[in-house]
């Protein structure tokens, strides 16, 4: 089933005004492993803790964590790879065109974090100073769990858009609900929340509904047809159709989260939120 759609940028992405912080996700206890983990850091207070040793790729890419020295978060890793020793581990973020532009690198004894052109050498910290960190800080898995779910505008250039949370743990129910999407609207750079009153499902596709109108939007089932999916903002007893514009692409991912604006100056917890 396809989805729906589906200088600026950088005040967009990091100086812009912040939105209100995502819940914390459910803790993870690295004590079984506490020994194998290391410590790697710019100088400017921001650490990874990894695995070692790093060519133990599955491990490292299951147990690499990104935060502050007092809080890691569990970086999201598609991909990973290996040349004898040396070792490299892609972190997932929709701000960058591909897990190439945001990577932990390890290369001939040398630890770097890559994010686009950017790369920030990182040192080891201390044994003892790293197992005390390790010891002391709290551990959280993936932060940020929300996807986009479908994009449109009118010939304005008035944009709507819904997010929603993607569930990892798989006992909670996989059907949609009202808390689990978001829907924006405005022009681009200045996309804010809209306050949700409710959201409908059925087979034909979704309607959120806001104290200002419904945005309605069908989900293409590939009919033998051949119709295509359309979105509908209907405010006021009056109809307007939208374009769609798909949200699966890195193309896209980039313009919804660094120049559209629903996040402007939302921290995902990964690393390039700060290098």
């Not at 790879?81 to 990577?103: K, Q």
């Not at 769990?145 to 129910?173: C, E, K, M, Q, S």
């Not at 306050?195 to 806001?210: A, C, L, Y």
């Amino acid at each position: 089933m396809t989805r729906l759609l589906a200088g600026m940028v950088v005040v967009l992405w990091v100086r812009g005004l912040a939105q209100a912080a995502e819940p914390l996700p459910a803790s993870v206890d690295v004590t079984p492993y506490a020994k194998s983990l290391a410590v790697y850091h710019d100088g400017k207070g921001h650490y990874f803790v990894v695995h070692q040793p790093l060519h133990e790729t599955q491990k490292a890419a299951e147990r690499l964590f990104y935060g502050d020295g007092k809080r890691f978060f569990l970086q999201p890793v598609p991909s990973r790879g290996r040349n004898r020793l040396d070792a490299y581990f892609s972190i997932a973020d929709p701000r960058v065109a591909g897990g190439a532009y945001s990577s932990f690198e390890y290369t001939k004894g040398k630890a770097a974090f890559r994010c686009e052109e950017r790369v920030t050498p990182l040192q080891a910290l201390e044994a003892k100073q790293a197992a005390a960190m390790i010891k002391a800080a709290k551990f959280y898995h993936v932060y940020f769990h929300r996807t986009p779910y479908g994009l449109a505008r009118d010939t304005n250039g008035r944009y709507f858009y819904v997010d929603r949370v993607v569930h990892i743990d798989p006992t909670r129910p996989s059907e949609f609900r009202a808390g689990d999407f978001r829907v924006y609207s405005g022009m681009r750079g200045k996309m804010k929340p809209l306050r949700m009153k409710n959201v409908v499902s059925d087979p034909s596709g979704e309607i959120f509904i806001t104290p200002d109108g419904q945005l309605k939007l069908i989900i293409d089932r590939k009919t033998a047809d051949g119709k295509h999916s359309t979105a509908f903002w209907i405010a006021g007893g009056k109809k307007t159709e939208l374009t769609l514009v798909e949200v699966e692409s890195f193309r896209s991912l980039m313009m919804i989260f660094r120049d559209l604006g629903p996040y402007a100056g939302q921290r995902l917890e990964r690393p390039c939120d700060d290098f």
